[in-house]
């Protein structure tokens, strides 16, 4: 970096820290790591990390070893990805967080929830690999709701993590698909059938796909994402989530 770059970046920070003072979103705390991160180390750690035991399938935190290694929700109904990494739990201050970013726009959090995921691949070093990193699409409906799609920003920090090609054109979800909150966990999963569809000028065949998305609830959507990408030709459908209810 040119004296020049330093010079002018240091006179940039300045500024913006002048107008913008980029204290802890949380604890309203300063730290030097905030000005990247948007909250302070203390207030990241309360963030409630996925811990083992894990399901050996969804990844979710079991309270105790089971024989299988299964939670009981993928020992009756087995979801259709082949394997997940979930990095926090979806409880306490990360509700909260979600819940900011969501309705108020504070996009500076996607930075944070990136942080999150990386932290916790490095953590248990876990290695990517795969073809492709395909992030659950919003419907257009939804899409135009909310003005971004939050498992994109995730897959595009994942993808610049590993080296890994991001690709948005493969899977589509049309805006018909449903609204699904009200109804029964049976008939959301009847619900989503016909969901996905793939963009038929692509090819899957023996691919091996990251599926990435912000939040597992009951796993049901991820879960028919990875079917439409099997039906399709995808050899593996690992399932990449920031946190799960
Ligand atoms: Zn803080
Ligand atoms: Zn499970």
């Not at 690999?129 to 799609?149: K, Q």
């Amino acid at each position: 970096m040119l004296a020049s770059d330093i010079m002018f970046k240091t006179v940039y920070d300045g500024l913006l820290d002048l107008f913008f003072p980029r204290n802890c979103l949380v604890c309203r705390g300063w730290h030097p790591s905030t000005a990247e991160l948007v909250l302070c180390p203390q207030c990241l750690e309360r963030i409630p990390a996925n811990s083992p035991p894990f399901c050996s399938h969804c990844s979710r935190h079991l309270p105790a070893r089971t024989d299988d290694g299964l939670c009981g929700d993928c020992r009756k109904n087995p979801p259709a990805f082949d394997q997940a990494w979930v990095a926090a739990r979806y409880e306490g201050l990360l509700v909260e967080l979600v819940r900011q970013h969501k309705f108020s726009g504070k996009t500076a959090l996607r930075r944070t929830f990136a942080h999150i995921i990386l932290a916790f691949l490095r953590h248990y070093k876990i290695t990517l690999t795969a073809d492709m990193i395909v992030p659950v699409p919003l419907s257009s409906v939804r899409l135009r709701e909310r003005g971004y799609n939050q498992s994109l920003f995730l897959a595009q920090a994942l993808g610049q993590y590993s080296g890994i090609p991001v690709r948005t054109d493969i899977l589509e979800r049309p805006s018909a698909s449903l609204r699904q909150s009200g109804l029964g966990r049976k008939e959301r999963f009847t619900n989503m059938q016909e969901a996905f569809r793939i963009n038929p000028s692509v090819t899957l065949q023996k691919r091996t796909i990251i599926l990435v998305d912000d939040l597992l609830t009951t796993g049901a959507t991820a879960s028919q994402a990875a079917r439409t990408l099997k039906e399709h030709g995808a050899s593996t459908v690992t399932l990449l989530a920031l946190a799960a209810a």
